[in-house]
């Protein structure tokens, strides 16, 4: 039986997306996208699934672009393949994504960890955009969503010299939530989630939206979005359980409504 090169579990409200093609360090092929994006989109759409822990070995979350399917490809052949509207579709899913990330994050190994939501690592961790070193350049928002998370003079010198970071350094320019020794990735990352899925999942959803549209509209866009967002968590059960709980000095018992 070949092994399943996307492997989802599912327990209690928390759901993980293993990268599982350990011998070419989960290089990301057309097969294990498509996969993906599928568990994704499913898991999505399960109203018990409020966190996704997404993860690949302790080698490697993710060596990039799987370069041996890339190298004899025509610009026609890329554009037909149509690679990024999938990128896209985990873009837009709403469910909080959580990367749990040792070994290497490199090329589309990282930008699939800066789509996500927060970003657990293990001391291990190296972060690159490596494709200058083979004659290209990042395609799925390297060089958008890393120079907004650390700054444009990193951002270049990583995607000019295609040089990886430290953990630490990642740490230090903003683009990852913690550093974990090594054995420990996994299960932090877990932590994480679950604290998440403790939360009012509406009002998570919402809040996640309201986080990534500053990313793409104006502050005084982003502050309108932000208040419609807010007004319509008034409608949720949840909401008015959340403020009687408070004031009743217990704790609140979400129901996800
Ligand atoms: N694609 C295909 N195979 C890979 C990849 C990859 N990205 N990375 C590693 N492998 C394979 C190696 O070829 C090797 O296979 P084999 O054992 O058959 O020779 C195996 O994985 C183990 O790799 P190494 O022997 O090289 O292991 P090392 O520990 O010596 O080195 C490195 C690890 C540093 C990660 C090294 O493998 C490396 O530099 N890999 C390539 C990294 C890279 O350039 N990534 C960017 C790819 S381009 C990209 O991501 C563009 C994204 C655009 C968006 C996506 C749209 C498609």
Redesign the pocket.
Known sequence: MPENIVVTTHEGFIATVQLNRP???N??NLEL?VELVEALETLDANPDVRCIVIHGSER?FA????????AAASPTEMLQ?D??TR?DRIRRVKTPLIAAVSG?A????C?LVMICDMIVASETARFGQ??I??G?M???G?TQRLTRAVGKALAMEMVLT?RMITAEEAKAGGLINMIVPVEFYLESAMKLAREVAARPPIAVRLAKESVLKSFDTTVNDGLEFERKNFYLLFDTDDMKEGMAAFLEKRKPEWKGR
Not at 106 to 109: A, D, P, S, T
């Open positions: 011998k070419v360090l290089a990301l996208m490697a060596a990039g672009a799987d370069i041996t399917e890339m393949r690679q990024f990128w290497v490199l090329g589309g190994g930008e490596p494709e070193n083979i290209v990042p395609g799925a390297g295609g």
